[in-house]
């Protein structure tokens, strides 16, 4: 009696490790979010190129008038920003995974 409720048991067990691997699946409007993402990682590249175009003409307008150069800040923000924007999947897959 001892010996079939231990083979009962082993045989619940063995179900319940069958059921407990799904395999994933993507969510029905993924496919709509997945592009919402690519157009802010758009808006983003396009941000940081009018960033760096903006600094550098400045920095121009700095060293030809005189002024303090506060520009190459601006460039090295833009750019290490533009570095955590576009390796942000590669760092969340790090993180999560």
């Known amino acids: 009696m001892i010996m079939a409720s231990a083979l009962d048991t082993?045989?619940?067990?063995?179900t319940l490790a069958q059921i407990g691997n799904p395999s994933p699946e993507a969510p029905p409007i993924s496919d709509k979010f997945l592009?919402?993402?690519?157009y802010f990682t758009w808006f983003?590249?396009?941000?940081g190129i009018v960033a760096i175009i903006f600094?550098?003409?400045?920095?121009?307008?700095e060293k030809w008038t005189g002024g303090g150069?506060?520009?190459p800040k601006m460039v090295a923000g833009a750019m290490i920003g533009g570095v955590v924007a576009t390796s942000a999947g590669t760092i969340m897959n790090a993180v999560i995974g």
């Open 10 to 14: 082993l045989a619940f067990y063995d």
């Open 35 to 38: 592009q919402l993402v690519r």
């Open 44 to 47: 983003v590249l396009l941000a």
């Open 55 to 61: 600094a550098g003409g400045k920095f121009a307008w």
């Open 69 to 71: 150069l506060e520009s």
